[in-house]
T-cell receptor, first 119, second 115 residues
Framework: AQKVTQAQTEISVVEKEDVTLDCVYE???????LFWYKQPPSGELVFLIR??????QNEISGRYSWNFQKSTSSFNFTITASQVVDSAVYFC????????????????FGKGTLLTVNP | DTGVSQDPRHKITKRGQNVTFRCDPI?????LYWYRQTLGQGPEFLTY????????KSRLLSDRFSAERPKGSFSTLEIQRTEQGDSAMYLC?????????????FGDGTRLSIL
């Protein structure tokens, strides 16, 4: 079975600070996808990024960057120069990419990290 | 491009009542998923359809819950004899079956509150 752990329950920062959200995952499979989603107070899940297990190249998109390290089973997310609008719950999730009659079709989410960015 | 649509957005009901939620997936998506998210937790998988066939149900889906996707298009999730513990956000997602199958598109959810 897969497991995703987000050890940080809540993080509070002041605007313009950098913040890193941690994600550690467990799976016995060598091929998988990892995701980050943002959930603002309105409740919808906003897709941020998807990475597959064969691509450990880190990625930067604007103020967002992701650090994927397969050796430590971590997929951390950094927001640079945080803004009040970044306040939300952030979820890390994992999925297996193929059907084998088992549980390879469902996303396994962490419990989320509530990020509060104060002005 | 129309995304995943869920109705209603909010539902408040008394304990013991039955409720039904609807999910309209993206039109060309043949896979549809239901997740439940309780306060302070991440979404948890409930059930999954491929076309009209319900292929898997989580142990979280008690016998008071039933989901259908009669024509392989929209889906309904019904909860009978609601209990306080059913209060949650119910999320629907859909996906294709090909290489993008694991990229699930989520709706805005239905927030259920049991009085």
């Amino acid at each position: 079975a897969q497991k995703v752990t987000q050890a940080q329950t809540e993080i509070s920062v002041v605007e313009k600070e950098d913040v890193t959200l941690d994600c550690v995952y467990e799976t016995r499979d060598t091929t998988y996808y990892l995701f980050w989603y943002k959930q603002p107070p309105s409740g919808e899940l906003v897709f941020l990024i998807r990475r597959n297990s064969f691509d450990e190249q880190n990625e930067i998109s604007g103020r967002y960057s992701w650090n994927f390290q397969k050796s430590t089973s971590s997929f951390n997310f950094t927001i640079t120069a945080s803004q009040v609008v970044d306040s939300a719950v952030y979820f890390c999730a994992l999925i297996l990419p193929w059907d084998s009659g088992g549980s390879n079709y469902k996303l396994t989410f962490g419990k989320g990290t509530l990020l509060t960015v104060n002005p | 491009d129309t995304g995943v649509s869920q109705d209603p957005r909010h539902k408040i009901t008394k304990r013991g009542q039955n409720v039904t939620f609807r999910c309209d997936p993206i039109s060309e998506h043949n896979r549809l998923y239901w997740y439940r998210q309780t306060l302070g937790q991440g979404p948890e998988f409930l059930t999954y359809f491929q076309n009209e066939a319900q292929l898997e149900k989580s142990r979280l889906l008690s016998d008071r819950f039933s989901a259908e996707r009669p024509k392989g298009s929209f889906s309904t999730l019904e909860i009978q004899r609601t209990e306080q513990g059913d209060s949650a956000m119910y999320l629907c997602a859909s996906s294709l079956e090909n290489g993008q199958a694991r990229f699930q598109h989520f709706g805005d959810g239905t927030r259920l509150s049991i009085l």
